[in-house]
């Protein structure tokens, strides 16, 4: 097994992905398909279910020996290793065939743009056992869907995260409104719909749904991944947050609401 990317963009999409995954689970299962590469899994507290499906075609290099192999590691660790690489270096991640307890990670200059000082650097990392039970997902028609620029979403609740421990997401025809409160205050955003990327909703519905603003703003912690983040909301469904890694590829969370007692 062999994977590689070059592109110094895509390296920065790869290691934000794992930036946000390593918050959610310490331990990520990763399956490697004849054209895909699939990560899922949840938080601990199972409120939380992450599930990225990137195409082989968005890596330089895609080399799989047989179907479905399967990596369990430590995030933590493999987040640790792969921000370590720089712009003019490739990102290799592979498996020798007669070692599959160890994943090696090269980042070798690119002869191109190498530059004096830019060293090789080679790491080795366990892997561990994990089982996890993969999850088939249903299709959901949606009540809202709406889009906005990532980097007003990573500010904005960054900014609703200091003023309480909930979000509440109401949408209606006329906008969307998101509240949060707590012993310091109250912060209230109203976004207007024509601020938005896009937006629709069902018609005459109202949707009112309470999230925990940690779990949210872990999701949304970087603007890396995507320009925009696409949000899908239904007032009998898990909130599900959208994030177009190009080419076919995508990472989405869903994230089940509070319930009102």
């Not at 089982?131 to 007003?152: C, G, N, R, T, W």
């Not at 209606?172 to 909703?201: A, H, Q, W």
């Not at 239904?234 to 947050?241: D, E, Q, T």
Request: glycine share 2%.
């Amino acid at each position: 097994m062999k994977i590689v990317i070059s592109d110094k963009k895509k390296k920065d999409i790869f290691v934000s992905l794992f930036q946000i995954l390593k918050n959610c689970s310490s331990l990520i299962n990763i399956k490697f398909e004849k054209n895909l590469l699939h990560i899922q899994g949840m938080d601990k507290s199972h409120i939380c279910l992450f599930d990225s499906k990137i195409h082989s075609k968005w890596f330089n290099t895609y080399e799989i020996n047989d179907n479905n192999i399967h990596l369990s590691f430590d995030s933590n660790v493999f987040y640790s290793i792969i921000s370590t690489k720089s712009d003019s270096q490739d990102l290799i991640i592979k498996m020798e065939d007669d070692n599959d307890d160890i994943l090696h990670i090269h980042f070798i200059p690119q002869e191109k743009d190498c530059k004096k000082g830019d060293f090789k650097k080679f790491f080795k990392m366990p892997l561990t056992e994990y089982e996890y039970q993969e999850m088939v997902i249903p299709l959901v028609e949606y009540d809202a869907d709406f889009s906005l620029s990532s980097k007003q979403i990573t500010e904005m609740f960054t900014q609703l995260n200091n003023f309480g421990n909930d979000i509440i997401i109401q949408c209606s025809e006329e906008d969307i409104c998101l509240t949060t409160n707590g012993i310091t205050g109250e912060m209230r955003v109203d976004l207007p719909i024509d601020d938005l990327t896009s937006y629709t909703v069902v018609e005459g519905e109202k949707i009112i749904l309470t999230y925990s603003l940690s779990y949210i703003n872990k999701m949304c912690i970087t603007n890396k991944l995507s320009n925009e983040i696409d949000f899908s909301l239904s007032n009998n469904s898990p909130m599900k947050i959208s994030y177009d890694l190009g080419e076919d590829s995508l990472l989405q969370f869903y994230i089940a609401p509070k319930i009102n007692e």
